[in-house]
């Protein structure tokens, strides 16, 4: 949430030439900057309407899972607004699907996966963004099919289950991911986010024939797609209604930390070694951050600990995100009075550009590991 300072209601009303216009008067400029990337822009300017204003921009926020700008003139901080509506939750729950379409939907699924003989599960970015990381748990605990993460899926999927296989990132996974995502006849694909990075260059062999796309805005099956039919209501009723009798015994790739394996004589540390030897270092619920770079490739071969969150962004390669991003998810977690570590790996040419964090985490005694 994007709560952005601006100039009085009345500054606006003369257009005066301040500095919160690009030298116009047109104090609408930035708020619409934001609206290509914002979900709701808020422009408070009315009292009456102000707590109407921010409780929408919250529900956007957190249903929606993207971003709201909310723009708060000086002149508005004091001003008196309805109070009696913060005693009353602001409705976060989805709206549901529209039944007959959902179930046509469960029902075509179903069809194929009844029928495939090597399904798998591939979870991505969007699953957890969207936190539907339940939903695919319990399907994947009662069907025991093989799932695997991407990249940006990294955490999504408990990786102590015998049913974890590893990352699939197309020409950038092990052999045996790979041979067995490429040669699965369905992919029940949660939250997929195929950019560059995460497809390792767009080089996924997989096809769209032989693909089931759950999104949070709509469901694809093969070629055809149910707008509005969203992924959590489908996902729920497909682990349900599946008859586990009828589904084919796959097995996963195993997924160890093979530190031993790498380890010899040398006095240089090499990746290989580093990153297996690192999922011994974790703890049952660590929150582990990796930046844009080699970290966040190198954490593809750490097998994490049940409970562990992973947060990394490689959509857009923003380098130098991740040292702010630490120190969110270690405030989130003492918020949340949990006893977490957060642990950061970032090279130290990411690190300089947002270095100055490390004096918010000192100053809020943070439990950080960088």
């Given at each position: 949430?994007?709560?952005?300072?601006?100039?009085?209601?009345?500054?606006?009303?003369?257009?005066?030439?301040?500095?919160?216009?690009?030298?116009?008067?047109?104090?609408?400029?930035?708020?619409?900057?934001?609206?290509?990337?914002?979900?709701?822009?808020?422009?408070?300017?009315?009292?009456?309407?102000?707590?109407?204003?921010?409780?929408?921009?919250?529900?956007?926020?957190?249903?929606?899972?993207?971003?709201?700008?909310?723009?708060?003139?000086?002149?508005?901080?004091?001003?008196?607004?309805?109070?009696?509506?913060?005693?009353?939750?602001?409705?976060?729950?989805?709206?549901?699907?529209?039944?007959?379409?959902?179930?046509?939907?469960?029902?075509?699924?179903?069809?194929?996966?009844?029928?495939?003989?090597?399904?798998?599960?591939?979870?991505?970015?969007?699953?957890?963004?969207?936190?539907?990381?339940?939903?695919?748990?319990?399907?994947?605990?009662?069907?025991?099919?093989?799932?695997?993460?991407?990249?940006?899926?990294?955490?999504?999927?408990?990786?102590?289950?015998?049913?974890?296989?590893?990352?699939?990132?197309?020409?950038?996974?092990?052999?045996?991911?790979?041979?067995?995502?490429?040669?699965?006849?369905?992919?029940?694909?949660?939250?997929?986010?195929?950019?560059?990075?995460?497809?390792?260059?767009?080089?996924?062999?997989?096809?769209?024939?032989?693909?089931?796309?759950?999104?949070?805005?709509?469901?694809?099956?093969?070629?055809?797609?149910?707008?509005?039919?969203?992924?959590?209501?489908?996902?729920?009723?497909?682990?349900?209604?599946?008859?586990?009798?009828?589904?084919?015994?796959?097995?996963?790739?195993?997924?160890?930390?093979?530190?031993?394996?790498?380890?010899?004589d040398s006095k240089t540390i090499t990746q290989a070694w580093f990153w297996?030897?690192?999922?011994?270092?974790?703890?049952?619920?660590?929150?582990?951050?990796?930046?844009?770079?080699?970290?966040?490739?190198?954490?593809?071969?750490?097998?994490?600990?049940?409970?562990?969150?992973?947060?990394?962004?490689?959509?857009?390669?923003?380098?130098?995100?991740?040292?702010?991003?630490?120190?969110?998810?270690?405030?989130?977690?003492?918020?949340?009075?949990?006893?977490?570590?957060?642990?950061?790996?970032?090279?130290?040419?990411?690190?300089?550009?947002?270095?100055?964090?490390?004096?918010?985490?000192?100053?809020?005694?943070?439990?950080?590991?960088?």
């Amino acid at each position: 949430m994007h709560i952005v300072g601006c100039p009085s209601t009345i500054s606006q009303r003369n257009g005066m030439l301040l500095h919160h216009t690009l030298g116009n008067g047109d104090f609408n400029v930035f708020a619409n900057m934001g609206a290509q990337v914002a979900v709701d822009v808020a422009r408070l300017t009315k009292p009456a309407e102000i707590a109407d204003q921010i409780d929408h921009a919250l529900r956007e926020c957190w249903v929606r899972s993207r971003p709201v700008y909310i723009m708060l003139p000086t002149d508005m901080v004091e001003k008196k607004v309805e109070g009696a509506r913060l005693k009353d939750y602001i409705d976060l729950s989805e709206p549901p699907n529209e039944e007959e379409r959902e179930n046509y939907v469960v029902d075509v699924v179903l069809k194929y996966l009844h029928a495939a003989k090597k399904p798998v599960v591939l979870v991505d970015a969007c699953a957890i963004r969207h936190r539907v990381v339940e939903e695919v748990q319990a399907l994947v605990e009662k069907t025991k099919l093989p799932v695997f993460v991407t990249p940006m899926g990294k955490g999504a999927v408990d990786e102590s289950s015998p049913y974890y296989g590893g990352v699939y990132a197309g020409s950038g996974s092990q052999p045996a991911v790979a041979a067995r995502v490429e040669d699965a006849d369905l992919v029940l694909s949660v939250g997929s986010l195929k950019s560059d990075f995460n497809t390792a260059g767009f080089s996924y062999r997989t096809s769209q024939l032989n693909t089931i796309d759950f999104h949070s805005t709509h469901c694809t099956v093969r070629y055809s797609e149910y707008p509005g039919v969203t992924m959590r209501g489908v996902l729920r009723k497909v682990t349900k209604r599946v008859d586990v009798a009828k589904l084919a015994k796959v097995e996963s790739p195993p997924v160890k930390n093979e530190v031993a394996k790498n380890f010899d004589d040398s006095k240089t540390i090499t990746q290989a070694w580093f990153w297996p030897r690192i999922g011994e270092y974790l703890h049952v619920g660590d929150i582990v951050v990796t930046e844009t770079g080699t970290s966040n490739f190198g954490i593809w071969e750490t097998k994490f600990p049940p409970g562990v969150t992973g947060v990394t962004q490689i959509l857009w390669g923003s380098i130098g995100w991740s040292v702010g991003a630490t120190q969110g998810a270690a405030l989130a977690a003492r918020d949340l009075n949990a006893a977490k570590r957060t642990i950061l790996f970032v090279g130290d040419g990411s690190f300089q550009l947002t270095v100055q964090e490390v004096s918010t985490m000192i100053k809020h005694k943070l439990n950080v590991t960088m």
